[in-house]
């Protein structure tokens, strides 16, 4: 394709559809490391640039630094106009800078001269990175970046409710179907009974620290009664040698004293046995 001729007037105006801008952030994002390309599609009259949808610049050659436009992307492009957008005209192209910033580079200038020459085409930059974005066009036969842009909802003036039936949308649909990734973690629907019993056993587990910190605190802060035996004779407590030492000596008195008196024969009489004697006595009939 050949360069046009260019705008011998100012800055053309520019109002971009917010969709086509989510459509070019979302392809951007997609390839964060090389730049995407695709082409803008709309209608421009007396200076004004009306941007109504984007199509992607599939088979393009991306590369970190630069992308560009093979012929197979082309006959996408043109496929895709003419089946869908047939009353419609390219009105520019869009590419991302990941990590570069808003500007156009030499091999930029370079396809818009050659392949978007009209006076009312425009190049839309996006960074996926920083999100910053901006938009370049002809201005008295120079590249210039446009500094009269709107972005405008065609959705605007609908009341609450109208255009949303409830149902998920395409995109949502999508990306239910992409599969998680290695590194991500999945997360399944909560049940309440896992809630319940995982709120039981916490309650419980919490019970049981907090009345062992009480008891601890309880041994340590209050007296403890201590009973121990102590000596009848003196008051002074009894280790467990004296203890020892009272209970031998005990053993062995009661039964040597026995002993002793069985060994000496002693057969002293006793005076409750005389006793019985005069009782017996007195008893019997005179």
């Given at each position: 394709?050949?360069?046009?001729?260019?705008?011998?007037?100012?800055?053309?105006?520019?109002?971009?559809?917010?969709?086509?801008?989510?459509?070019?952030?979302?392809?951007?994002?997609?390839?964060?490391?090389?730049?995407?390309?695709?082409?803008?599609?709309?209608?421009?009259?007396?200076?004004?640039?009306?941007?109504?949808?984007?199509?992607?610049?599939?088979?393009?050659?991306?590369?970190?630094?630069?992308?560009?436009?093979?012929?197979?992307?082309?006959?996408?492009?043109?496929?895709?106009?003419?089946?869908?957008?047939?009353?419609?005209?390219?009105?520019?192209?869009?590419?991302?800078?990941?990590?570069?910033?808003?500007?156009?580079?030499?091999?930029?200038?370079?396809?818009h001269?050659?392949?978007?020459?009209?006076?009312?085409?425009?190049?839309?930059?996006?960074?996926?990175?920083?999100?910053?974005?901006?938009?370049?066009?002809?201005?008295d036969?120079?590249?210039?970046?446009?500094?009269?842009?709107?972005?405008?909802?065609?959705?605007?003036?609908?009341?609450?409710?109208?255009?949303?039936?409830?149902?998920?949308?395409?995109?949502?649909?999508?990306?239910?179907?992409?599969p998680?990734?290695?590194?991500?973690?999945?997360?399944?629907?909560?049940?309440?009974?896992?809630?319940?019993l995982?709120?039981?056993?916490?309650?419980?587990?919490?019970?049981?620290?907090?009345?062992?910190?009480?008891?601890?605190?309880?041994?340590?802060?209050?007296?403890?009664?201590?009973?121990?035996?102590?000596?009848?004779?003196?008051?002074?407590?009894?280790?467990?040698?004296?203890?020892?030492?009272?209970?031998?000596?005990?053993?062995?008195?009661?039964?040597?004293?026995?002993?002793?008196?069985?060994?000496?024969?002693?057969?002293?009489?006793?005076?409750?046995t005389?006793?019985?004697?005069?009782?017996?006595?007195?008893?019997?009939?005179?």
């Amino acid at each position: 394709m050949t360069a046009k001729s260019k705008s011998t007037g100012g800055q053309p105006s520019l109002v971009v559809d917010n969709e086509v801008v989510r459509q070019i952030r979302q392809h951007a994002r997609s390839s964060p490391k090389t730049e995407i390309c695709g082409v803008l599609i709309g209608q421009e009259r007396n200076g004004l640039v009306e941007v109504e949808a984007a199509i992607t610049g599939l088979n393009a050659e991306e590369a970190g630094a630069h992308v560009t436009f093979t012929q197979d992307t082309w006959e996408h492009i043109y496929k895709v106009k003419d089946k869908e957008f047939p009353e419609r005209r390219i009105v520019g192209w869009y590419h991302s800078h990941p990590g570069f910033g808003v500007f156009l580079s030499e091999h930029d200038t370079f396809i818009h001269k050659n392949f978007f020459g009209s006076p009312g085409q425009v190049a839309w930059v996006f960074d996926p990175l920083s999100d910053e974005e901006g938009c370049f066009g002809w201005s008295d036969g120079q590249i210039e970046r446009l500094s009269r842009i709107a972005v405008v909802d065609r959705r605007g003036g609908q009341r609450p409710g109208e255009g949303n039936n409830g149902e998920p949308s395409l995109a949502a649909e999508k990306a239910a179907e992409v599969p998680h990734k290695a590194n991500s973690t999945e997360r399944l629907p909560r049940n309440p009974s896992d809630d319940s019993l995982r709120e039981l056993v916490t309650t419980f587990f919490s019970h049981l620290v907090v009345l062992f910190l009480g008891f601890l605190l309880s041994w340590y802060l209050f007296p403890r009664v201590v009973v121990m035996p102590v000596d009848p004779q003196t008051g002074q407590p009894l280790s467990d040698m004296d203890l020892n030492i009272k209970n031998s000596d005990q053993h062995d008195s009661a039964p040597g004293s026995s002993q002793n008196s069985q060994a000496n024969g002693s057969t002293e009489p006793s005076s409750n046995t005389d006793e019985v004697h005069e009782k017996r006595d007195n008893a019997k009939p005179r």
